[in-house]
């Protein structure tokens, strides 16, 4: 049965469990302290009646008592109350016993004990637990107050009615309670089941419903929504990008057929014929290299690349990259400075960090005009973070396409005429989220600043420092100023 | 140079065969794992092309793997499609030498292989090395041509280092980025040009026969030979 799987009723009947359970260790002592208040209160009032004998013993003597007691009897006041008064040798003088019951000790006290009784109804003998006062009065007399403890358990046995009242109203109000949590839990689940399986026929667009509570169930909604918004953004992009690479590369590869197709058609001189196939391996190594730029992102995007995160000094890749890229920067006429001020650990990718600022550069001395000026600056940020930025002085880039700039193959109206793809920085972005960060670009009044934050490495600032002060100086360590 | 090539691509072995016979070498072929597992054991190579995505059970890393275990050192250039860096780093692990992805341009195959029988060769404990009049100690850092001594930056010097070592044989971009620089990517644009000009202005400019050329479609090679 469907009913008998869920969820929500194992709940239920694992809480009705625990309750009675509860209920049994909670009546426990309960019952102790019933019973213990039933004997006690007993026997208070056969010792206070037998002290009331004993007072008309003192009053009226042996034979007053005798009276006293046979009247008692016979009006049949004494009612479920066992009296009797005997004689030094224990020969029964009043009462409604028979006889000395043998089972009563010698001494004075209260006891209780096994008593034959005879029935006065049905005039059968049976033994029965007689709770007594037995009391020596003056004289040798003996005299025994006593009552049938069976008297009581009507009393006792209304504690267990009791109990069971309660054993049921918890079962029903359980069992209640277990279904309507139930129906209420169904009825989300179900709600959550029909998203899902809209998502599943392909609409993306589908979004559990979530309400401002914080309980589980609506955290655990959000949590899927929030994983829904990273799958449809990234299939978004492999659309996106699908459509891109079908449009970028068909151009150059356009361009290569028709080369071919020319050299095929006019068949020129052997000199002219060699020009136009080294032209044509350039086309193809082209293409080749828009390939192993996208197969790059994609090996980023993935994220497998972060397992071979390692601890590594983004001021010493940055001064690297300055200094290779520092000759064609020369060549240009632009000023290509560092600023940095001591190591800026951090754990990452090395290769894939000095790619993302050499692309930085390279962009930058791409759209710097001749006399301009590049800055590629690391420094720490707060207490935990590390900032690298590369600023320039070229012509920016309009805050309407600042956005877009970062999307594949997307390509400025300003780099229109300049060689390039347009996955420069999508490769630092991407590179950028791997790290934990983002490609920030911002004005740099004039020119572009482009900007990542990372998080410092904590636990490599004591061994770089460590280090320093043993080995003196690190080799192939950039002098910080 | 004896070259025996593993590979399963029938354009790809006749275009690796062709060029590095007209490069002057001789060159088998195998186009299975069992063949070229046979052949690399029993027979001595200089280098071995091996390709990753063998048909047949044995693969190429299978391969080296078993070459590397039976003590045999013959450098292994792999040659494979496979390009992430894990495969890199797997393929180098397994005992590769060298790694290059498809699509490869000859040349860069060509001055790869000079490269890794130079190496086998064991040339590394010198500590001074010359080109015509060209000299570097690589000990006390100097370098002088003919009787002038050249002022050199800390990279200039690695990079004069690296084309020495490499001496009459052709040395690619990429070879440059990943032994010079450390870099493992594709930098866009012609920087490793321009510090090739920037090393030519300092050993070539002032000299009447220029050592460090320019081999158009390929790379560069620092000889005294002329071709």
Excluded at chain 1, 97 to 121: C, F, H, M, Q
Excluded at chain 1, 303 to 326: C, H, K, M, N, W
Excluded at chain 2, 32 to 60: C, H, K, Q, T
Aim: glycine share 8%; aromatic share 6%.
């Amino acid at each position: 049965m469907k009913f008998l799987r869920s969820s929500a009723l194992t709940l239920a009947v694992g809480y009705i469990g625990l309750g009675l359970a509860a209920l049994a260790l909670f009546a426990a002592p309960l019952w102790y302290a019933w019973r213990v208040t039933i004997q006690e209160g007993r026997n208070e009032i056969l010792q206070s009646d037998a002290l009331r004998l004993t007072e008309v013993f003192r009053r009226e003597g042996a034979q007053g008592l005798i009276s006293y007691v046979n009247t008692r009897v016979g009006m049949q006041i004494a009612g479920e109350r066992l009296l009797l008064v005997a004689d030094a040798a224990l020969n029964p003088l009043a009462g409604n016993l028979t006889a000395w019951p043998a089972s009563v000790p010698a001494n004075p006290g209260t006891y209780i004990v096994k008593v034959e009784l005879d029935s006065r109804r049905t005039d059968v003998r049976r033994v029965t637990d007689v709770a007594l006062v037995h009391a020596i009065l003056p004289g040798g007399y003996h005299l025994i107050v006593g009552r049938d403890t069976e008297r009581y358990l009507p009393l006792e046995r209304r504690f267990w009615y009791a109990l069971a009242g309660a054993v049921a109203i918890l079962s029903v109000l359980g069992t209640f309670g277990g279904i309507l949590i139930r129906r209420a839990l169904m009825a989300r689940i179900h709600g959550i089941g029909q998203t899902i399986s809209a998502i599943i026929q392909g609409d993306l667009s589908q979004r559990l419903p979530t309400h401002h509570s914080g309980d589980e169930l609506n955290t655990l909604s959000r949590t899927i929504n929030g994983m829904l918004d990273q799958i449809e953004q990234l299939i978004d992009g492999i659309r996106n990008v699908s459509n891109s690479i079908a449009h970028d590369l068909r151009t150059p590869l356009a361009e290569l057929r028709s080369r071919l197709e020319v050299l095929a058609l006019t068949k020129p001189a052997a000199e002219h014929t060699f020009a136009e196939i080294d032209a044509a391996v350039a086309d193809v190594d082209g293409v080749i290299r828009i390939f192993n730029a996208l197969l790059r992102l994609a090996e980023i995007d993935t994220g497998l690349r972060r397992s071979g995160f390692v601890p590594v000094d983004l001021a010493a890749i940055a001064a690297a990259a300055v200094e290779f890229y520092q000759p064609a920067a020369e060549l240009r006429g632009t000023a290509l400075s560092l600023e940095i001020r001591g190591p800026a650990p951090i754990r990452g990718d090395p290769v894939l960090l000095a790619q993302a600022l050499g692309n930085l550069i390279d962009n930058a001395l791409k759209y710097t005009p001749g006399d301009g000026t590049i800055t590629v600056a690391v420094r720490r940020a707060g207490d935990s973070s590390v900032e690298i930025v590369v600023a320039d002085s070229g012509p920016g880039i309009p805050d309407a396409e600042k956005s877009k700039a970062v999307e594949r193959f997307y390509r400025g109206d300003a780099s229109r005429c300049t060689p390039g793809v347009g996955l420069g920085l999508s490769l630092v972005d991407a590179v950028a989220r791997l790290h934990g960060s983002e490609l920030i670009l911002e004005d740099n009044h004039p020119g572009l600043r482009a900007r990542m934050v990372m998080t410092q490495d904590t636990r490599q600032i004591t061994r770089v420092a460590r280090a320093t002060s043993e080995e003196g100086e690190l080799q192939h360590e950039p002098v910080y100023p | 140079m004896k070259v025996l090539l593993v590979e399963d691509n029938e354009r790809v072995t006749q275009f690796v065969v062709k060029g590095l016979q007209e490069a002057g070498h001789t060159a088998d072929h195998a186009a299975n794992g069992r063949d070229g597992m046979f052949l690399a054991a029993s027979e001595p190579y200089d280098v071995i092309v091996m390709d990753r995505m063998l048909p047949g059970d044995i693969d190429g890393l299978a391969i080296i793997e078993a070459l590397r275990k039976s003590g045999k050192r013959t450098p292994i250039l792999i040659l494979s499609a496979l390009s992430d860096v894990d495969e890199r780093i797997r393929g180098l692990r397994a005992g590769g030498d060298d790694y290059l992805t498809k699509p490869f341009a000859f040349g860069e195959l060509l001055a790869r292989l000079d490269a890794l029988t130079r190496r086998a060769q064991g040339e590394s404990a010198q500590t001074k090395l010359e080109v015509a009049d060209l000299r570097v100690d690589l000990l006390t850092r100097k370098v002088t041509r003919g009787s002038r001594s050249l002022t050199l930056q800390p990279r200039e010097f690695k990079l004069l280092e690296y084309l020495m070592r490499h001496a009459d044989q052709v040395v690619t971009r990429t070879m440059l980025l990943e032994n010079v620089w450390d870099y493992h990517f594709d930098p866009q644009t012609n920087v490793v040009d321009v510090h090739i000009s920037k090393l030519r202005q300092k050993i070539d400019a002032d000299f009447e026969r220029p050592l460090l050329r320019t081999v158009r479609n390929a790379g560069y090679t620092l000889t005294s030979h002329d071709r």
